[in-house]
């Protein structure tokens, strides 16, 4: 059975850092995609970041909303996922997902590509 289980978020304010993780268990960690989105309140859910592993290497993808700002790391021997999170504007403010799956080549950004999802964890930022 797939488990994702997210920690780390809380509120913090603009400008601040916070980060996030996702522990994994069920799966062969090196086989998927590893991915967070997030849905604001009375918005879609829409995709920040994944990390894809092909021959030892890492390759990360990001929403251009967070580019710069936002960096996904994983570490596979602890089947870990992270997304740091520097400069948080107000509009961050939403419940992030984390989420693994096979995607199609070029679809890591759609959230239907995702089989398995956590259940969020929260994150507020104020001014």
């Known amino acids: 059975q797939v488990q994702l289980v997210e920690s780390g978020g809380g509120e913090v304010q603009a400008g601040d850092s916070l980060r996030l993780s996702c522990a994994a268990s069920?799966?062969?960690?090196?086989?998927?995609?590893m991915a967070w989105f997030r849905q604001a309140p009375g918005k879609e859910r829409e995709f920040v970041a994944a990390?894809?592993?092909?021959?030892?290497?890492?390759?990360?993808y990001y929403a251009d909303f967070v580019k710069g700002r936002f960096t996904i790391s994983s570490d596979n021997a602890k089947n870990m996922v992270y997304l740091q999170m520097d400069s948080l504007k107000l509009e961050d403010t939403a419940v992030y997902y984390c989420?693994?799956?096979?995607?199609?080549?070029?679809?890591?950004?759609?959230?239907?590509?995702?089989?398995?999802w956590g259940q969020g964890t929260q994150v507020t930022v104020s001014s």
């Open positions: 989420a693994s799956g096979q995607p199609r080549r070029y679809s890591y950004s759609a959230a239907g590509e995702y089989d398995y």
């Open positions: 069920g799966l062969t960690f090196s086989n998927y995609a």
């Open positions: 990390i894809t592993w092909n021959r030892s290497a890492y390759y990360g």
